[in-house]
């Protein structure tokens, strides 16, 4: 038993006045801290607010397009060519269906499943922390900055990308539950490990970032218990049973798609390997890794902060193996390095301050870590001043001539840009009638342009590739005529300077040509040449 703190006879006795204005001290101390904590929330606040805002992300619009064409008829990797490996459209099948099925549009049933993909990723880090000692730093940290990371895409929520760094978060503390203890029941790790191989899947250079946090639990356990746990076993099980799946399901896959995208794809966007190194978004991470990393590989920063760590290093990889420096691809790099900081940050101070200041210090220094991460990412990203611009700029002007002239209809789109030509269709509740998400096929063709005054070859000197995308995009534009037409001036062929016109050169074809009569232009906005059927 402690004893009972005795007062000295010199000390003044306690009085009613002193014993109120101790019980106010302490409710104004609980005011302060109840503040501070709902403040640490304000980021995470921010960024819902800013993903129920339009604009949907380009990328997650135009695989839900390809999703809902599937859903109504047309066949992947036939009638629809992408580069994505199936996973993310079969995902995407279950938005399709309630928007297709509900009253809910596109825009709100893929919103509503991101987020519900989110919550439930932020239950699965909740119940992986019940039992795990934590201080008082690191448990109000990672209360305030869990959903905010969860969170923190904004304009990017639901890349894929994105939705793998989210699904590391968890997975990182399931590692330093394998760690360190205590032992998670098999029923949840296993869950926790099943959407986590989920997330690893939806890209194969994804998988970098499960190979270094294995490699840590391998170094930290020892091989014989870390080669006993079933963790990586199930998660290797998914890949294999996924990558067996894709020839028996999706056979024109690895036999068309992929030898067309090893092909063409790569070579059309971005700044190269080595040049993507020094590009601005992807230097701002790499200084970011350079700070977090070290600090959090420290054996005092603890297990979660470690596996953040190395799951940073890996989306460093994945996002450098892609050398295109795009926003979306080194949003991981940030969401991990800035989990990794953050937790390495609090472990310290909870180690370094006195208990009683360390309680007291907790929602302040949580508030800290989440204004922090959200400073960050305002400063290098696209939220909020997308969401502010949206009406004003031209995927928002697209929308708004898309819904008054072609809501519900068929449009043939002729851009080398997915934005902002999606999100723009979705809005508009439109069908895009290309078999690809825009016309990369053709930027593929045309790496080197031909000499002359048109820079466009005759059809017996096209290639495979570039001859099956102009007669389909001919045939299917004079079988089945769209309500609408938009056509991009800027076509993205650097090696033709601005010679090349789309509409000429696909009205260099007949059938094309002969239907193209039966369409007036509708005026023209920020380079879309907009055209509409008179018929």
């Not at 397009?65 to 008829?73: E, H, I, V």
């Not at 519900?408 to 979705?426: E, H, R």
């Not at 990369?440 to 099956?468: N, S």
Request: charged share 15%; with cysteine.
């Amino acid at each position: 038993m402690t004893p009972s703190p005795h007062q000295t006879e010199s000390s003044r006795p306690a009085t009613f006045r002193t014993a109120g204005r101790s019980v106010a001290s302490r409710r104004a101390a609980d005011r302060r801290d109840r503040v501070l904590r709902r403040a640490a929330f304000t980021p995470a606040a921010f960024f819902l607010a800013m993903i129920l805002l339009p604009p949907l992300n380009h990328d997650v619009a135009a695989v839900l397009d390809f999703s809902r064409r599937w859903l109504a008829g047309e066949r992947l990797y036939v009638d629809l060519v992408d580069v994505n490996p199936p996973l993310i459209f079969i995902l995407n099948l279950l938005p399709a269906a309630m928007a297709r099925w509900t009253s809910l549009t596109p825009a709100q049933a893929i919103v509503l499943c991101l987020l519900g993909v989110a919550a439930l990723l932020w239950l699965m880090t909740e119940a992986l922390r019940r039992g795990r000692a934590e201080g008082p730093v690191e448990a109000a940290t990672l209360t305030a900055c869990v959903p905010l990371l969860l969170l923190v895409a904004g304009s990017d929520f639901g890349q894929r990308e994105v939705l793998m760094a989210m699904a590391a978060i968890p997975y990182c503390l399931l590692a330093a539950r394998r760690i360190e203890g205590p032992a998670v029941e098999r029923g949840p790790a296993l869950s926790v490990a099943f959407v986590a191989a989920l997330g690893f899947a939806l890209k194969p250079h994804f998988l970098a970032v499960p190979a270094l946090v294995e490699g840590l639990v391998l170094l930290r356990r020892g091989p014989a218990r870390a080669l006993r746990d079933p963790v990586p076993w199930l998660m290797l099980a998914v890949w294999l049973l996924y990558l067996a799946s894709i020839p028996v399901f999706f056979p024109a896959y690895f036999r068309e798609v992929v030898p067309l995208a090893w092909a063409v794809y790569p070579g059309i966007h971005g700044p190269g390997p080595w040049r993507v190194l020094l590009t601005d978004v992807m230097g701002a991470a790499e200084l970011l890794l350079m700070v977090a990393v070290p600090l959090a590989l420290r054996r005092e920063a603890g297990a979660f902060g470690q596996a953040l760590a190395m799951a940073a290093l890996g989306a460093f990889l994945a996002a450098w193996v892609q050398h295109k420096g795009w926003t979306y691809h080194v949003l991981p790099i940030s969401i991990l390095a800035c989990a990794a900081l953050a937790v390495t940050a609090a472990r310290r101070a909870d180690h370094g301050l006195p208990a009683a200041s360390a309680r007291a210090a907790a929602p302040v220094l949580a508030a800290v870590a989440a204004f922090g991460i959200l400073l960050y990412q305002v400063r290098g990203g696209e939220t909020p001043w997308r969401q502010a611009a949206f009406h004003a700029e031209t995927a928002g002007r697209l929308t708004e001539w898309l819904r008054r002239e072609a809501f519900g209809g068929d449009v043939l789109v002729l851009s080398p840009d997915i934005f902002p030509v999606y999100p723009a269709l979705t809005y508009a509740h439109a069908r895009q009638t290309l078999h690809t998400m825009s016309i990369w096929p053709l930027q593929g063709a045309y790496r080197d342009c031909p000499a002359g005054a048109a820079p466009y070859r005759e059809p017996h000197a096209m290639g495979r590739v570039e001859h099956a995308l102009y007669q389909a995009v001919a045939e299917d534009f004079a079988t089945h005529p769209p309500i609408a037409m938009m056509v991009a001036r800027h076509a993205n062929m650097p090696a033709c300077g601005g010679r090349f016109d789309l509409l000429e050169y696909f009205a260099s074809h007949p059938l094309f040509a002969e239907t193209l009569e039966g369409y007036r232009p509708a005026g023209e906005i920020d380079g879309y040449r907009l055209f509409l059927r008179t018929w």
